[in-house]
Protein backbone atom coordinates (compact mmCIF):
# COMPACT_ATOMS: atom_id res chain seq x y z
CA UNK A 1 0.00 0.00 0.00
CA UNK A 2 2.75 2.08 0.49
CA UNK A 3 5.97 2.97 -1.20
CA UNK A 4 7.64 0.53 -3.38
CA UNK A 5 10.99 0.72 -2.34
CA UNK A 6 10.54 -0.32 1.60
CA UNK A 7 8.24 -2.93 0.27
CA UNK A 8 10.50 -5.00 -1.33
CA UNK A 9 13.44 -5.58 1.29
CA UNK A 10 10.41 -5.91 3.44
CA UNK A 11 8.79 -8.92 1.53
CA UNK A 12 12.02 -10.20 0.86
CA UNK A 13 12.96 -10.42 4.67
CA UNK A 14 8.90 -11.60 5.80
CA UNK A 15 10.21 -14.40 3.14
CA UNK A 16 13.23 -15.33 5.64
CA UNK A 17 13.53 -16.86 9.21
CA UNK A 18 13.50 -14.90 11.23
CA UNK A 19 17.76 -14.78 12.36
CA UNK A 20 18.28 -13.73 9.12
CA UNK A 21 21.21 -16.07 9.00
CA UNK A 22 21.70 -19.46 7.21
CA UNK A 23 25.09 -20.10 8.52
CA UNK A 24 24.65 -23.38 10.63
CA UNK A 25 25.82 -23.39 14.43
CA UNK A 26 28.99 -25.13 13.27
CA UNK A 27 30.10 -22.31 10.78
CA UNK A 28 29.33 -19.94 13.16
CA UNK A 29 30.80 -21.77 16.37
CA UNK A 30 32.73 -19.56 19.39
CA UNK A 31 34.37 -20.60 22.70
CA UNK A 32 31.37 -19.31 24.84
CA UNK A 33 33.92 -18.41 27.63
CA UNK A 34 34.73 -15.70 25.68
CA UNK A 35 31.30 -14.14 24.24
CA UNK A 36 30.10 -11.10 25.80
CA UNK A 37 26.42 -11.99 25.29
CA UNK A 38 23.91 -8.62 24.16
CA UNK A 39 20.87 -8.60 25.41
CA UNK A 40 19.28 -5.23 24.28
CA UNK A 41 20.85 -2.66 21.86
CA UNK A 42 19.76 1.16 21.59
CA UNK A 43 19.77 3.43 18.30
CA UNK A 44 20.15 6.45 17.93
CA UNK A 45 20.78 9.22 15.15
CA UNK A 46 24.20 11.12 15.10
CA UNK A 47 23.64 15.07 14.11
CA UNK A 48 24.78 13.72 10.76
CA UNK A 49 22.57 10.96 10.32
CA UNK A 50 25.09 8.19 11.21
CA UNK A 51 23.99 5.22 13.63
CA UNK A 52 24.71 5.93 16.99
CA UNK A 53 24.48 1.73 18.63
CA UNK A 54 24.17 1.36 22.31
CA UNK A 55 24.83 -2.19 23.67
CA UNK A 56 24.24 -4.32 26.83
CA UNK A 57 24.94 -7.07 27.74
CA UNK A 58 23.21 -8.78 31.18
CA UNK A 59 25.60 -10.69 34.06
CA UNK A 60 27.13 -14.01 33.68
CA UNK A 61 27.34 -16.92 36.22
CA UNK A 62 31.26 -16.40 35.26
CA UNK A 63 30.84 -12.91 37.92
CA UNK A 64 32.08 -10.79 35.10
CA UNK A 65 30.10 -6.78 35.19
CA UNK A 66 27.77 -6.00 32.54
CA UNK A 67 29.16 -4.69 29.85
CA UNK A 68 28.01 -1.20 28.23
CA UNK A 69 29.27 0.32 24.96
CA UNK A 70 27.92 3.21 22.52
CA UNK A 71 30.17 3.16 18.88
CA UNK A 72 29.19 5.60 15.95
CA UNK A 73 29.50 4.10 12.61
CA UNK A 74 27.89 5.01 9.17
CA UNK A 75 25.72 1.75 8.71
CA UNK A 76 24.15 -0.64 11.95
CA UNK A 77 26.58 -3.12 10.67
CA UNK A 78 29.18 -0.67 10.44
CA UNK A 79 28.12 0.45 14.30
CA UNK A 80 28.66 -3.52 15.16
CA UNK A 81 31.42 -3.73 14.67
CA UNK A 82 33.34 -0.88 15.64
CA UNK A 83 31.31 -1.70 19.10
CA UNK A 84 33.35 -5.35 18.92
CA UNK A 85 36.70 -3.76 18.41
CA UNK A 86 36.52 -1.75 20.96
CA UNK A 87 34.71 -4.35 23.41
CA UNK A 88 38.35 -5.51 24.84
CA UNK A 89 38.83 -9.51 25.29
CA UNK A 90 36.12 -11.85 24.66
CA UNK A 91 33.39 -10.87 21.70
CA UNK A 92 29.91 -9.40 21.55
CA UNK A 93 27.63 -12.02 20.46
CA UNK A 94 24.23 -9.83 19.18
CA UNK A 95 22.18 -13.31 18.37
CA UNK A 96 21.91 -13.41 21.90
CA UNK A 97 19.69 -9.54 21.59
CA UNK A 98 16.37 -9.92 22.86
CA UNK A 99 15.27 -6.18 22.83
CA UNK A 100 16.04 -3.19 20.59
CA UNK A 101 15.14 0.46 21.54
CA UNK A 102 14.86 3.64 19.48
CA UNK A 103 15.40 7.05 20.52
CA UNK A 104 12.93 9.23 19.29
CA UNK A 105 15.01 10.57 16.92
CA UNK A 106 15.67 7.29 14.94
CA UNK A 107 12.26 6.05 15.22
CA UNK A 108 11.53 8.65 12.66
CA UNK A 109 13.50 6.50 10.06
CA UNK A 110 11.99 3.10 11.73
CA UNK A 111 11.73 1.45 8.21
CA UNK A 112 15.40 1.96 7.84
CA UNK A 113 16.32 0.06 11.14
CA UNK A 114 13.86 -3.13 9.78
CA UNK A 115 15.37 -3.11 6.76
CA UNK A 116 18.72 -3.49 8.15
CA UNK A 117 17.59 -6.13 10.39
CA UNK A 118 16.11 -8.19 7.94
CA UNK A 119 18.98 -8.51 6.07
CA UNK A 120 21.21 -8.85 9.64
CA UNK A 121 23.21 -12.06 10.20
CA UNK A 122 23.40 -11.59 13.73
CA UNK A 123 20.21 -9.30 14.60
CA UNK A 124 16.66 -10.85 14.41
CA UNK A 125 13.09 -9.44 13.63
CA UNK A 126 11.30 -11.29 16.41
CA UNK A 127 13.17 -9.29 18.57
CA UNK A 128 10.99 -6.95 21.20
CA UNK A 129 10.43 -3.15 19.38
CA UNK A 130 10.34 0.28 21.76
CA UNK A 131 10.07 3.91 21.45
CA UNK A 132 12.13 5.74 23.98
CA UNK A 133 9.59 8.77 23.92
CA UNK A 134 11.78 11.98 24.25
CA UNK A 135 15.32 10.88 24.28
CA UNK A 136 18.56 9.45 23.06
CA UNK A 137 18.65 5.55 23.45
CA UNK A 138 21.73 5.30 24.95
CA UNK A 139 20.55 7.02 27.92
CA UNK A 140 18.70 3.96 29.14
CA UNK A 141 21.05 1.22 27.11
CA UNK A 142 24.17 2.70 28.59
CA UNK A 143 23.62 5.49 30.65
CA UNK A 144 25.36 6.45 33.65
CA UNK A 145 22.10 5.84 35.59
CA UNK A 146 20.96 2.51 33.96
CA UNK A 147 19.58 -0.33 35.14
CA UNK A 148 21.96 -3.19 35.68
CA UNK A 149 20.65 -5.39 33.82
CA UNK A 150 18.86 -3.55 31.20
CA UNK A 151 16.87 -6.63 29.23
CA UNK A 152 15.60 -7.66 32.62
CA UNK A 153 13.74 -4.23 33.19
CA UNK A 154 12.60 -3.97 29.78
CA UNK A 155 11.37 -8.08 30.31
CA UNK A 156 9.38 -6.87 33.80
CA UNK A 157 7.70 -4.25 31.61
CA UNK A 158 6.60 -6.66 28.78
CA UNK A 159 5.53 -9.06 31.34
CA UNK A 160 3.06 -6.01 32.60
CA UNK A 161 1.71 -4.70 30.05
CA UNK A 162 0.89 -8.22 28.67
CA UNK A 163 -1.16 -8.47 31.41
CA UNK A 164 -2.57 -5.65 32.50
CA UNK A 165 -2.87 -3.30 28.80
CA UNK A 166 -2.59 -1.98 26.77
CA UNK A 167 -0.89 -4.83 25.21
CA UNK A 168 1.90 -7.53 24.57
CA UNK A 169 5.38 -6.00 23.92
CA UNK A 170 5.60 -5.05 20.18
CA UNK A 171 8.13 -7.61 17.80
CA UNK A 172 10.11 -6.18 15.11
CA UNK A 173 8.63 -8.74 12.31
CA UNK A 174 4.36 -7.50 13.41
CA UNK A 175 5.54 -4.02 13.06
CA UNK A 176 7.17 -4.72 9.64
CA UNK A 177 3.83 -6.90 8.78
CA UNK A 178 1.61 -3.98 9.79
CA UNK A 179 3.62 -1.57 7.82
CA UNK A 180 3.19 -3.59 4.49
CA UNK A 181 -0.15 -4.54 5.18
CA UNK A 182 -1.42 -1.71 6.19
CA UNK A 183 1.15 1.49 5.64
CA UNK A 184 0.73 2.23 9.25
CA UNK A 185 2.22 0.38 12.52
CA UNK A 186 1.83 0.74 16.18
CA UNK A 187 5.75 0.58 18.44
CA UNK A 188 5.41 0.18 22.46
CA UNK A 189 6.60 3.35 23.69
CA UNK A 190 8.51 3.72 26.88
CA UNK A 191 9.36 6.47 29.34
CA UNK A 192 12.11 6.73 31.67
CA UNK A 193 12.12 7.28 35.81
CA UNK A 194 13.55 6.89 38.61
CA UNK A 195 13.63 3.39 40.39
CA UNK A 196 13.68 2.34 43.77
CA UNK A 197 17.26 1.48 43.23
CA UNK A 198 17.79 4.98 42.28
CA UNK A 199 18.29 3.70 38.82
CA UNK A 200 16.71 4.61 35.36
CA UNK A 201 13.27 2.02 34.95
CA UNK A 202 11.78 1.78 32.04
CA UNK A 203 7.71 2.56 32.24
CA UNK A 204 4.63 2.53 29.28
CA UNK A 205 3.65 5.10 27.87
CA UNK A 206 1.20 3.98 24.67
CA UNK A 207 2.60 3.76 21.21
CA UNK A 208 4.57 5.22 19.30
CA UNK A 209 2.67 5.45 15.70
CA UNK A 210 4.85 4.84 12.57
CA UNK A 211 3.85 5.86 9.21
CA UNK A 212 5.67 6.17 5.55
CA UNK A 213 8.39 4.33 7.31
CA UNK A 214 8.52 6.70 10.62
CA UNK A 215 7.10 8.39 13.46
CA UNK A 216 4.24 10.66 12.81
CA UNK A 217 2.70 10.60 16.26
CA UNK A 218 1.73 9.26 19.65
CA UNK A 219 -0.95 7.11 20.95
CA UNK A 220 -1.73 8.38 25.12
CA UNK A 221 -4.28 6.89 27.73
CA UNK A 222 -7.67 6.09 26.62
CA UNK A 223 -6.48 5.65 22.34
CA UNK A 224 -3.90 3.56 23.82
CA UNK A 225 -6.30 1.48 26.03
CA UNK A 226 -8.51 1.23 22.15
CA UNK A 227 -5.98 0.67 20.26
CA UNK A 228 -4.86 -2.49 22.45
CA UNK A 229 -8.35 -4.19 21.62
CA UNK A 230 -7.16 -4.17 18.39
CA UNK A 231 -3.45 -5.84 18.92
CA UNK A 232 -4.24 -8.72 21.07
CA UNK A 233 -4.40 -6.93 24.28
CA UNK A 234 -6.99 -6.35 27.35
CA UNK A 235 -7.35 -2.62 26.61
CA UNK A 236 -6.97 -2.19 30.59
CA UNK A 237 -6.92 -5.41 32.61
CA UNK A 238 -8.58 -4.12 35.52
CA UNK A 239 -11.21 -1.46 35.34
CA UNK A 240 -12.95 0.97 38.12
CA UNK A 241 -16.36 1.29 37.35
CA UNK A 242 -19.28 3.25 39.39
CA UNK A 243 -19.88 0.48 42.39
CA UNK A 244 -17.68 -2.11 41.49
CA UNK A 245 -13.66 -2.95 39.75
CA UNK A 246 -13.63 -6.08 37.52
CA UNK A 247 -11.30 -7.72 35.38
CA UNK A 248 -11.43 -8.41 32.20
CA UNK A 249 -11.67 -11.86 31.02
CA UNK A 250 -11.22 -11.28 27.00
CA UNK A 251 -12.14 -9.08 24.40
CA UNK A 252 -13.09 -9.37 20.71
CA UNK A 253 -13.05 -6.77 17.81
CA UNK A 254 -15.31 -7.72 14.68
CA UNK A 255 -14.80 -5.44 11.76
CA UNK A 256 -18.02 -5.33 8.85
CA UNK A 257 -17.77 -3.51 5.73
CA UNK A 258 -21.15 -2.07 4.63
CA UNK A 259 -21.12 -1.79 0.70
CA UNK A 260 -23.61 0.23 -1.75
CA UNK A 261 -22.68 -1.71 -4.66
CA UNK A 262 -19.40 -1.32 -5.28
CA UNK A 263 -18.59 1.11 -3.26
CA UNK A 264 -17.81 1.05 0.68
CA UNK A 265 -20.23 2.90 2.25
CA UNK A 266 -19.32 2.50 6.19
CA UNK A 267 -17.75 -0.13 8.71
CA UNK A 268 -19.64 -1.56 11.55
CA UNK A 269 -17.39 -2.26 14.50
CA UNK A 270 -18.43 -4.03 16.98
CA UNK A 271 -16.73 -4.54 20.44
CA UNK A 272 -17.54 -7.25 22.84
CA UNK A 273 -15.96 -7.65 26.31
CA UNK A 274 -16.18 -10.12 29.46
CA UNK A 275 -15.48 -9.30 32.53
CA UNK A 276 -15.26 -10.83 36.12
CA UNK A 277 -16.08 -8.69 39.04
CA UNK A 278 -13.74 -8.46 41.83
CA UNK A 279 -14.34 -6.45 44.38
CA UNK A 280 -17.49 -4.49 45.57
CA UNK A 281 -18.43 -2.53 48.59
CA UNK A 282 -19.70 -3.96 51.57
CA UNK A 283 -22.92 -4.54 51.83
CA UNK A 284 -23.16 -4.30 47.85
CA UNK A 285 -26.27 -6.33 46.82
CA UNK A 286 -26.10 -7.67 42.82
CA UNK A 287 -29.09 -10.37 42.80
CA UNK A 288 -31.00 -8.84 40.47
CA UNK A 289 -30.20 -8.70 36.51
CA UNK A 290 -30.87 -5.10 36.52
CA UNK A 291 -27.29 -4.91 38.71
CA UNK A 292 -25.78 -7.07 36.27
CA UNK A 293 -27.26 -5.13 33.59
CA UNK A 294 -26.10 -1.59 34.80
CA UNK A 295 -22.16 -3.07 35.25
CA UNK A 296 -22.42 -4.48 31.30
CA UNK A 297 -24.12 -1.12 30.43
CA UNK A 298 -21.06 0.70 32.24
CA UNK A 299 -18.20 -1.35 31.24
CA UNK A 300 -19.83 -1.56 27.81
CA UNK A 301 -19.64 2.36 27.75
CA UNK A 302 -16.22 2.66 29.13
CA UNK A 303 -14.46 -0.03 27.01
CA UNK A 304 -16.60 1.79 23.49
CA UNK A 305 -14.72 5.18 24.49
CA UNK A 306 -11.80 3.65 24.33
CA UNK A 307 -12.03 2.15 20.88
CA UNK A 308 -13.60 5.23 19.25
CA UNK A 309 -10.02 7.61 21.24
CA UNK A 310 -8.31 5.01 18.94
CA UNK A 311 -10.46 5.22 16.00
CA UNK A 312 -10.52 9.43 15.72
CA UNK A 313 -6.83 9.07 16.36
CA UNK A 314 -6.23 7.12 13.26
CA UNK A 315 -8.29 8.91 11.35
CA UNK A 316 -7.09 12.03 12.43
CA UNK A 317 -3.07 10.86 11.76
CA UNK A 318 -4.63 9.50 8.10
CA UNK A 319 -3.05 6.27 9.08
CA UNK A 320 -4.65 2.71 9.35
CA UNK A 321 -2.48 1.57 12.23
CA UNK A 322 -5.53 -0.76 13.45
CA UNK A 323 -5.49 -2.55 10.23
CA UNK A 324 -9.13 -2.07 9.12
CA UNK A 325 -8.28 -1.95 5.12
CA UNK A 326 -6.68 -5.11 5.56
CA UNK A 327 -9.58 -7.02 7.72
CA UNK A 328 -11.86 -5.87 4.80
CA UNK A 329 -9.21 -6.66 2.35
CA UNK A 330 -9.29 -9.95 4.05
CA UNK A 331 -12.96 -10.61 3.88
CA UNK A 332 -13.87 -9.08 1.44
CA UNK A 333 -10.82 -9.64 -1.67
CA UNK A 334 -13.03 -9.28 -4.58
CA UNK A 335 -14.77 -6.05 -3.32
CA UNK A 336 -11.88 -4.55 -1.92
CA UNK A 337 -10.29 -4.78 -5.31
CA UNK A 338 -12.76 -3.53 -7.54
CA UNK A 339 -13.42 -0.30 -5.03
CA UNK A 340 -13.49 2.80 -7.79
CA UNK A 341 -11.01 4.84 -4.75
CA UNK A 342 -8.13 2.98 -2.85
CA UNK A 343 -8.34 2.50 0.87
CA UNK A 344 -5.72 5.63 0.98
CA UNK A 345 -8.41 7.68 -0.49
CA UNK A 346 -11.74 6.50 1.55
CA UNK A 347 -9.89 6.06 4.67
CA UNK A 348 -9.93 9.78 6.04
CA UNK A 349 -13.36 10.48 5.45
CA UNK A 350 -14.89 7.29 5.59
CA UNK A 351 -17.90 7.05 7.91
CA UNK A 352 -18.09 4.03 11.00
CA UNK A 353 -20.98 2.87 13.40
CA UNK A 354 -19.47 1.54 16.74
CA UNK A 355 -21.51 -0.18 18.98
CA UNK A 356 -20.59 -2.91 21.81
CA UNK A 357 -21.47 -5.07 24.65
CA UNK A 358 -20.31 -6.56 28.36
CA UNK A 359 -20.92 -9.35 30.17
CA UNK A 360 -20.51 -10.55 33.30
CA UNK A 361 -18.64 -14.26 33.44
CA UNK A 362 -17.98 -14.38 37.55
CA UNK A 363 -18.80 -12.46 40.48
CA UNK A 364 -16.44 -13.87 42.44
CA UNK A 365 -17.82 -16.13 45.13
CA UNK A 366 -21.07 -14.08 45.96
CA UNK A 367 -23.79 -11.88 44.78
CA UNK A 368 -25.39 -10.31 48.27
CA UNK A 369 -22.25 -9.19 50.44
CA UNK A 370 -22.47 -10.80 53.63
CA UNK A 371 -20.27 -7.91 55.22
CA UNK A 372 -22.56 -4.65 56.10
CA UNK A 373 -22.12 -1.40 54.81
CA UNK A 374 -19.55 0.86 57.07
CA UNK A 375 -21.04 4.62 57.84
CA UNK A 376 -19.24 6.98 56.76
Not at 81 to 108: C, H, K, N, P, Y
Amino acid sequence: MRKATTALAFTLALALPLSGCTLSVYNSYRDIESLKVVQAIGLDLSEDGSVVLSAATGPDASGREPLRITQEGTSLDAAMRSAEELSGGGSLFFSGTGAIVLGEDAALETSRWLDALARSKQLRLDNELYVLRGKKASTFIAGDNAPEDVFADLDSLAKRISEYGPAPATICAGVSRSLLSSGAALITAIELEEGALGTLTAVPAGFAVISDGGLIGWLDDDEALGAGFFLGGPGLSVVELETVTVELSGAEVTVEPVWEGDKLSRLDIHLAVNCSVIEARAGSNFDSQESWDAIERELAGKAMSWLESALERSIELEADFLGLGRQVQTSHPLKFDAMPESWEQLFPDLDYKLSGEAKILNMREYVRSPYPEVET
